[in-house]
């Protein structure tokens, strides 16, 4: 009695239950990468090996039974509906992203990367060091095509939040260094956010481009960004700095002071008609957001009464969440690449627990220290998404020197977020890539096991399969908690439709035949809906708690 009935059951299921998350239509095969941005029916997971089998007859269709027809009907054409408006936007959207005056464009950069290295004072974290911290800038570089980091520069300072980040001896010293380097053609300073005011004079005395860490992390967004709801999102941050060089340009109006402030007799100065069309531009693109948002609160819903479980797999960037993810779906049209913001739009997978309950995976946005703040409040829409898990895996990569400080950023980022604190309690931890770590024993013929000191936290590698077991067993626990499920045996007769509704309505583990007097005895997990539906529909049939 192979579960054929539970895999038929769960393709349907599954397609409603991605529709709820809102992922693009996929044709690609049974399994692959799908955005939240749209409405798809996400296809079922791969079946567990030898557990396939022919569905059983009498059955019945998906439509028949408790559910009924009209009220899925219903939803679909509600989400057509918000299919058809997002139509009727699409061109003003367009409009929206198009080319963005402060896109780097696709040539080619020699940087030098410059740290503002703090001795001393509240401005000194004590869980990271300059050396560090230059490492992760140099990295968010190469992430980017045609930029090479030709220098590393380490000067130290004081308060980095002044106007010129260093003292006028350093940055003297500073300039004479950036100056011998002919071939240097733009310097990447490592803080969060410089002024434009700040970054005219730093031009003017370097000869070359200046780039913070915004308009770094910003450009590799927008180089990565795949989806609508994606290029909004970075269209939004971009506001800010589109202000500030605002201002930076009518400044240099004024010095000029060349012609009449006002444009045509509009009675308008230059500078009002430009944030005129920015708080314009800023209005349509939260707009296009909130629709977005509004259709995924309504797959939501869908999603809740399809009662699938949905887990959230955060980190920090380039720790291995997709790499896992492929891991526990068996998902092979997912391909994980090495680099930072490797992933920018959420994207939902199906796959199974050890009991064979269909669960649905979600791919989250890596998250950095100092990661500006008009970024994260970009995103915060999409982000929102996991406040409506049934659970949270945060992996960390436990090989980082900074890894304490990684786990620290993204649990704030976390709290800032809103997140309900019971997902925040019930959070499991993974500790990523520990083959790196029982590799470096082995190169040193040393034997050594990694075992994680955090209370709870489970050790894996998810590149070669090691501890997934052990995972997805406390994936599984903690699931059943939250949402309520149970595990439970019960009697029925081989004759009646017990068997048949079980197959559709629950997730069925195991089936023992009693061919004397023609009954079975199923082990099922269900949900406390579908339990109390059983109990009504079926008052005879014998339970057996665990």
């Known amino acids: 009695m192979g579960p054929g009935r539970l895999s038929q059951s769960l393709l349907l299921r599954c397609w409603r239950a991605a529709a709820a998350l809102g992922g693009a239509r996929c044709r690609a095969g049974p399994l692959c990468t799908r955005p939240l941005s749209a409405v798809v029916r996400l296809r079922a997971p791969q079946r567990p090996p030898g557990r396939g089998g022919p569905p059983r007859?009498?059955?019945?269709?998906?439509?028949?039974?408790?559910?009924?027809?009209?009220?899925?009907?219903?939803?679909?054409?509600?989400?057509?509906?918000?299919?058809?408006?997002?139509?009727?936007?699409?061109?003003?959207?367009?409009?929206?992203?198009?080319?963005?005056?402060?896109?780097?464009?696709?040539?080619?950069?020699?940087?030098?990367?410059?740290?503002?290295?703090?001795?001393?004072?509240?401005?000194?974290?004590?869980?990271?060091?300059?050396?560090?911290?230059?490492?992760?800038?140099?990295?968010?570089?190469?992430?980017?095509?045609?930029?090479?980091?030709?220098?590393?520069?380490?000067?130290?300072?004081?308060?980095?939040?002044?106007?010129?980040?260093?003292?006028?001896?350093?940055?003297?010293?500073?300039?004479?260094?950036?100056?011998k380097l002919p071939h240097v053609t733009a310097v990447f300073l490592n803080v969060e956010r410089i002024s434009s005011l700040t970054k005219k004079e730093l031009?003017?005395?370097?000869?070359?481009?200046?780039?913070?860490?915004?308009?770094?992390?910003?450009?590799?967004?927008?180089?990565?960004?795949?989806?609508k709801e994606a290029k909004l999102q970075i269209a939004l941050a971009e506001i800010p700095l589109l202000r500030s060089n605002l201002k930076n340009e009518v400044s240099q109006l004024d010095q000029q002071r060349g012609g009449s402030r006002y444009i045509m007799g509009s009675g308008e100065t230059f500078m009002e008609t430009q944030n005129r069309i920015l708080k314009e531009k800023e209005l349509k693109i939260r707009n296009a957001l909130e629709k977005l948002r509004r259709k995924r609160s309504l797959l939501r819903t869908q999603?809740?009464?399809?009662?699938?479980?949905?887990?959230?797999?955060?980190?920090?960037?380039?720790?291995?969440?997709?790499?896992?993810?492929?891991?526990?779906?068996?998902?092979?049209?997912?391909?994980?690449?090495?680099?930072?913001?490797?992933?920018?739009?959420?994207?939902?997978?199906?796959?199974?627990?050890?009991?064979?309950?269909?669960?649905?995976?979600?791919?989250?946005?890596?998250?950095?220290?100092?990661?500006?703040?008009?970024?994260?409040?970009?995103?915060?829409?999409?982000?929102?998404?996991?406040?409506?898990?049934?659970?949270?895996?945060?992996?960390?990569?436990?090989?980082?020197?900074?890894?304490?400080?990684?786990?620290?950023?993204?649990?704030?980022?976390?709290?800032?977020l809103n997140i309900p604190s019971h997902l925040l309690d019930s959070m499991v931890e993974v500790h990523n890539k520990v083959d790196l770590i029982e590799r470096q024993a082995e190169d040193a013929k040393c034997t050594y096991r990694y075992k994680p000191t955090e209370e709870n936290a489970l050790a894996i590698s998810a590149l070669h399969g090691h501890g997934l077991e052990e995972l997805k067993e406390e994936i599984e626990k903690k699931i059943l908690t939250a949402t309520g499920k149970k595990i439970l045996t019960v009697s029925v007769n081989l004759e009646g439709p017990q068997l048949s509704w079980l197959y559709k309505e629950a997730a069925v583990q195991e089936v023992e035949v009693m061919p004397e007097d023609g009954t079975a005895k199923v082990k099922v997990i269900i949900s406390s809906s579908a339990f109390g539906k059983y109990k009504n529909l079926f008052p005879n049939s014998k339970i057996f708690m665990p």
């Not at 679909?76 to 780097?104: I, Q």
């Not at 481009?209 to 927008?222: A, E, G, M, N, S």
């Open 57 to 179: 007859a009498g059955g019945g269709g998906w439509r028949k039974g408790v559910a009924g027809a009209s009220e899925e009907e219903e939803e679909e054409e509600v989400v057509d509906e918000l299919d058809e408006d997002e139509d009727e936007d699409e061109e003003g959207v367009e409009e929206l992203l198009g080319p963005s005056p402060l896109a780097l464009g696709p040539g080619v950069q020699r940087v030098a990367v410059v740290h503002p290295a703090v001795k001393w004072g509240p401005k000194k974290s004590p869980l990271t060091s300059a050396e560090l911290q230059i490492a992760e800038a140099v990295a968010l570089v190469d992430t980017l095509q045609n930029w090479t980091v030709l220098e590393k520069i380490i000067i130290p300072t004081k308060n980095p939040d002044k106007k010129f980040i260093f003292g006028k001896g350093n940055f003297q010293i500073l300039t004479e260094k950036i100056k």
């Open 203 to 227: 031009e003017d005395a370097w000869g070359v481009k200046v780039f913070d860490r915004y308009t770094v992390v910003l450009h590799i967004f927008r180089c990565n960004a795949r989806t």
């Open 303 to 416: 999603r809740r009464k399809r009662e699938f479980p949905i887990i959230s797999v955060m980190g920090y960037t380039n720790c291995g969440k997709t790499t896992l993810i492929k891991a526990l779906t068996g998902e092979a049209g997912l391909q994980p690449r090495d680099q930072l913001f490797a992933t920018l739009d959420i994207t939902a997978h199906a796959g199974y627990l050890p009991s064979h309950m269909a669960v649905i995976y979600i791919d989250t946005i890596g998250f950095l220290t100092d990661l500006p703040h008009n970024l994260v409040e970009s995103f915060s829409a999409t982000l929102e998404e996991v406040a409506y898990s049934d659970l949270i895996v945060h992996v960390r990569d436990i090989t980082h020197p900074e890894t304490i400080l990684q786990k620290a950023t993204v649990l704030s980022v976390l709290k800032n």
